[in-house]
């Protein structure tokens, strides 16, 4: 359900933050009780938790974090955040070529004969472009365990506008806002499989692509999510017609999505949405 009305949905976020302050250790300056931008762990006997990091100013800054599927070759999602720090536009793309992900065997891994020819665009999931802040980090959104078969017309068309709105509202971001993002093609259910490269079963392509964002502004919180089905044909042009709540994507994907959230905020944050409190949705 979408709530039209701002007044109401800035009650549920004032609602939420009270509830949670009535917590003695979930206050509002305490929400969440590990990274945001994690989902729960499937932890099975295939998937590998990777995270990626660089030094930046000094400091160790997460670059994107992952659950890889090594039966399927490919990441169950990827997430990351937008900060003060990482919305930064530092450097230009890499000519770094795609390579593969030192954290995980190479045998485990997509190479280039995957995509191509095969009518597949390597399709990052964390975009080149989320990544800026410095040419280390960039480089590694190249590597094959972040890269995804997309169709050229999906890859370049709406999937993309969706990256571009998504990484506007990442670089809105002041020194006390985070965007916290989640992004991931569809390999675990068969029915959101759209076929397989080469008819290798450890080579799915994803029937749909998804994102789940969660955007913290000072004590202020609003969240959305975007389920878009991978075809040359989009349904729409327009990036309103793909939003849903959290709470539908999680049904859709069988993913737990911001669990470390304090329960009392993540029930009311992912139970529905506002597409107006998004700028330039509608």
């Known amino acids: 359900m979408k709530f039209k009305n701002e007044y109401i949905l800035l009650c549920l976020w004032v609602l939420a933050l009270q509830s949670c302050s009535k917590?003695?250790?979930?206050?509002?300056?305490?929400?969440?009780?590990?990274?945001?931008?994690?989902?729960?762990?499937r932890n099975s006997v295939n998937d590998v938790f990777v995270t990626h990091s660089t030094t930046f100013n000094g400091q160790k800054v997460t670059s994107f974090s992952m659950e890889y599927d090594k039966s399927k070759k490919h990441s169950r999602w990827i997430a990351f955040r937008f900060d003060n720090q990482t919305k930064q536009q530092n450097v230009s793309r890499s000519d770094e070529p795609f390579d593969a992900d030192p954290a995980i065997g190479s045998q485990y891994q997509r190479v280039q004969a995957d995509f191509g020819k095969q009518g597949y665009d390597r399709g990052h999931l964390c975009a080149s472009a989320?990544?800026?802040?410095?040419?280390?980090?960039?480089?590694?959104?190249?590597?094959?365990?972040?890269?995804?078969?997309?169709?050229?017309?999906?890859?370049?068309?709406?999937?993309?506008?969706?990256?571009?709105?998504?990484?506007?509202?990442?670089?809105?971001?002041?020194?006390?806002?985070?965007?916290?993002?989640?992004?991931?093609?569809?390999?675990?259910?068969?029915?959101?499989?759209?076929?397989?490269?080469?008819n290798d079963l450890s080579k799915p392509i994803p029937k749909y692509y998804y994102m789940a964002l969660l955007f913290k502004k000072g004590d202020s919180f609003k969240a959305?999510?975007?389920?878009?089905?991978?075809?040359?044909?989009?349904?729409?042009?327009?990036?309103?017609?793909?939003?849903?709540?959290?709470?539908?994507?999680?049904?859709?994907?069988?993913?737990?999505?911001?669990?470390?959230?304090?329960?009392?905020?993540?029930?009311?944050?992912?139970?529905?949405?506002?597409?107006?409190?998004?700028?330039?949705?509608?």
């Open 224 to 282: 959305i999510a975007f389920w878009m089905e991978h075809t040359d044909t989009p349904k729409s042009t327009k990036l309103v017609d793909y939003a849903l709540s959290i709470d539908e994507l999680e049904e859709k994907t069988g993913i737990d999505f911001f669990p470390n959230l304090n329960d009392n905020l993540e029930n009311a944050l992912e139970a529905t949405y506002s597409t107006k409190a998004w700028p330039g949705l509608e």
């Open 23 to 41: 917590d003695d250790n979930n206050d509002s300056n305490d929400f969440a009780t590990g990274i945001v931008e994690l989902p729960a762990l």
């Open 130 to 198: 989320d990544r800026l802040y410095s040419r280390e980090v960039n480089e590694q959104t190249f590597y094959y365990t972040n890269m995804s078969p997309q169709r050229n017309k999906f890859n370049t068309g709406i999937w993309l506008t969706l990256e571009g709105q998504v990484q506007s509202w990442g670089r809105s971001c002041t020194s006390s806002d985070t965007l916290y993002v989640v992004k991931g093609g569809t390999i675990d259910k068969e029915d959101q499989i759209r076929g397989y490269i080469s």
